[in-house]
């Protein structure tokens, strides 16, 4: 959906007329919107063909949207529902083929060492469910039009990530150097002969103070990771956003400094409008409390029949748990709470809530406004940055529905 749609859409109601009742105007320009994506369909690109096309929206070979209506309610995102992003194309898929024999290695340690992934196996195991979210999702709905895929909601999932704890993999190797600050995971895709090294790869850095619940993964959901999700080898940050999970790793470094690479110097900062980029500016690292609605989904123009209605959708803490959720069927006048379903699975897993409602024909604005442990509210406007990161506000992921 582009944002051009929604502010129509606000501009339709806040001219009033079109729409008697209170909430939203014509779905149309939506609706229309739609067509036109769905006339713009690609195929899944080779490496994630095995996914579940009727689920996703494919972007672009390197950026796949799971729908908004396809999170369903068991918590986990199945794989093939699952979104990928590749900053660049992805390695040959001969690297998953041995995982056991992927080589990780470890510097700026009193004790450096190339490690197999099988050696790694043998110093711990720990699963983690948590929210996988990229830095842009959200970014379809601010206005200023950043550059950048327009995600929606749906560049994030709930998955199980298996490995061992990089604290663990760092008492094998003497512990990190005195001095450091930064700890830095390079992507293993190959850098073409004669380009800048920096301007390509992957690499990213995270504080030290960050790792503890970290973890070097083989698997998700149970399976060894696919190319696609960055096997053989993961390097998995609970609550930071997407970039800073680096995949296929290949070698983890700690450092009194963060990776020279444009990707960690001059890209994911939060840029202040009209600002260019630059070291100074806060890293996207941290996710903020979030919630969004799955269904009922008026982005698709759903219309449902008066009556009960069990309106669902997810909430995630970000670096704690999510605490409560509250949804708003008249575009955030009153809110009701919601409860959550299924099991808690930890504080980085996200929970999917539900409430029942009993909506007569008319026009609704359906949204959700988490709040986390920490106390911290799901904002109604998103904090404004010039590559749209870190969009968390309820406002911009409310949903127009229309009850007959
Ligand atoms: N090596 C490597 N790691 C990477 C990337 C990449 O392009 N290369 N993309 C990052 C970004 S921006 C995101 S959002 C997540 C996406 O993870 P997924 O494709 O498994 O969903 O991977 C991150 N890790
Ligand atoms: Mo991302």
Redesign the pocket.
């Known amino acids: 959906m582009q944002p051009s749609n929604l502010s129509r859409r606000r501009m339709l109601v806040s001219t009033g007329g079109v729409i008697a009742l209170a909430g939203t105007a014509s779905l149309t320009p939506l609706s229309a919107a739609l067509a036109q994506d769905k006339a713009k369909e690609k195929a899944l690109p080779a490496y994630a063909s095995w996914k579940h096309a009727d689920s996703l929206i494919v972007h672009s070979a390197?950026t796949i949207e799971t729908k908004r209506s396809a999170f369903g309610s068991g918590l986990i995102t199945p794989l093939d529902r699952?979104?990928?992003?590749?900053?660049?194309a992805?390695p040959p898929e001969q690297i998953v083929a041995d995982p056991d024999a992927w080589v990780l290695s470890i510097k700026g340690v009193n004790d450096p060492k190339d490690m197999t992934v099988a050696e790694l196996k043998r110093l711990g195991l720990v699963a983690v469910p948590m929210v996988?979210?990229?830095?842009?999702n959200g970014r379809a709905y601010f206005p200023e039009n950043p550059s950048g895929t327009k995600w929606t909601v749906g560049?994030a999932?709930c998955v199980v990530f298996s490995g061992v704890p990089v604290k663990a993999v760092l008492e094998a190797t003497g512990g990190a150097e005195a001095g450091a600050k930064y700890m830095t995971g390079t992507?293993?895709?190959e850098i073409p002969a004669g380009l800048d090294p920096n301007a390509i790869m992957?690499e990213?850095s995270i504080p030290i103070a960050a790792i503890d619940d970290a973890i070097l993964a083989w698997e998700i959901n149970g399976e060894p990771i696919p190319l696609?999700?960055?096997g053989p080898l993961?390097l998995v940050v609970p609550g930071y956003?997407?970039?800073?999970?680096?995949?296929?790793?290949k070698q983890l470094a700690f450092a009194k400094d963060q990776s020279a690479a444009n990707i960690q110097q001059n890209s994911y900062r939060l840029t202040p409008l009209g600002e260019k980029t630059n070291v100074n500016q806060e890293s996207v690292w941290e996710m903020p409390v979030k919630s969004w609605i799955t269904s009922p989904n008026g982005e698709t123009g759903e219309v449902v029949n008066a009556g009960k209605l069990q309106v669902q959708g997810l909430a995630f803490g970000g670096m704690t748990a999510v605490k409560q959720v509250e949804v708003s069927v008249d575009g955030g006048k009153n809110w009701v709470m919601a409860s959550f379903v299924g099991p808690d699975l930890g504080k980085y897993a996200w929970r999917q809530f539900v409430v029942g409602v009993d909506l007569q024909p008319g026009q609704y604005e359906i949204a959700s406004r988490a709040t986390s442990e920490a106390g911290t509210v799901q904002p109604e406007e998103r904090m404004p940055n010039s590559h749209g990161y870190l969009n968390n506000s309820w406002h911009d992921h409310m949903l127009p529905i229309t009850v007959v």
Do not use: D
């Open positions: 390197n699952l979104f990928v992003r590749n900053n660049v992805p996988l979210q990229c830095s842009g560049a999932g992507g293993g895709e992957v990213r696609a999700h960055g993961r956003t997407g970039v800073n999970n680096v995949k296929y790793i």
